[in-house]
């Protein structure tokens, strides 16, 4: 079935060190995103692609980087930069049309907890 | 920077019961506003807005757009248990880029 998978849904590390976290998806879309959620808190975007080679920061991208090398993989890294990186990591792709964005389709989630 | 406001921040209602939502935003070069609904992980797609006063209806929820008081409302008639979620509002701007509200938490008891 064509979807959106991230990986691991559930992460542990200590202070200090980096963390990937996974995004893969077949749906053949465009546009990639990456969103933090923090309890009480709507989603905030830390960075986002529209085309391979290509990507953007969001709102709150200090801390964070991503590659965008193949279509279907958006691949994010914690770094140890990040102050307060334990949260919910939600990642989404869209068929970006060139006019809008269109509906997001989002996987299931990381949840990053610092130790 | 692009702000997007939701309101209330939560609220408790009894099955059966109307429930309305409001997203008013500020951001550049507005293109599109979309709702989604968040029960456990995975937020799922509600409805799109493109065109101010046009409303977009799907069973028991229907929303609307005004682009000139820079809002939208989400209405869910005769609700249910099920409806119990969390309610999210986004907003894309310029750059394509995709800002989402804090939420509403909707609780529908039995």
């Known amino acids: 079935d064509g979807g959106i998978t991230q990986s691991p849904k559930y992460l542990f590390r200590k202070e200090g060190q980096n963390v990937t976290l996974s995004c893969e998806q077949n749906?053949?879309?465009?546009?990639m995103y990456w969103y933090r959620q923090d309890p009480g808190q709507g989603l905030r975007l830390i960075y986002y692609s529209q085309i391979v080679n290509d990507f953007q920061k969001g709102d709150i991208a200090e801390g964070y980087s991503v590659s965008r090398e193949k279509k279907e993989s958006f691949p994010l890294t914690v770094t140890s930069a990040q102050k307060n990186p334990t949260a919910f990591y939600l990642c989404?792709?869209?068929?970006?049309?060139?006019?809008?964005?269109?509906?997001?389709?989002f996987g299931e989630g990381s949840r990053l907890t610092v130790l | 920077e692009d702000k997007v406001v939701q309101s209330p921040l939560s609220l408790v209602v009894h099955e059966g019961d109307t429930v309305t939502l409001n997203c008013s935003y500020e951001v550049t070069n507005f293109r599109s506003l979309l709702w989604y609904k968040q029960e456990k992980k995975a937020p799922t797609f509600l409805f799109m807005l493109?065109?101010?006063?046009i409303e977009k209806k799907s069973g028991r929820l229907s929303s609307i757009l005004d682009k000139k008081e820079l809002f939208s409302i989400l209405n869910i008639t005769a609700t249910q248990t099920g409806d119990s979620a969390i309610y999210l509002c986004a907003v894309e701007s310029r750059d394509y880029k995709l800002s989402f509200g804090a939420g509403t938490t909707v609780t529908v008891r039995a």
């Open positions: 989404a792709s869209s068929t970006w049309t060139g006019t809008n964005t269109g509906e997001l389709f």
């Open positions: 493109t065109s101010s006063g």
């Open positions: 749906l053949n879309h465009d546009a």
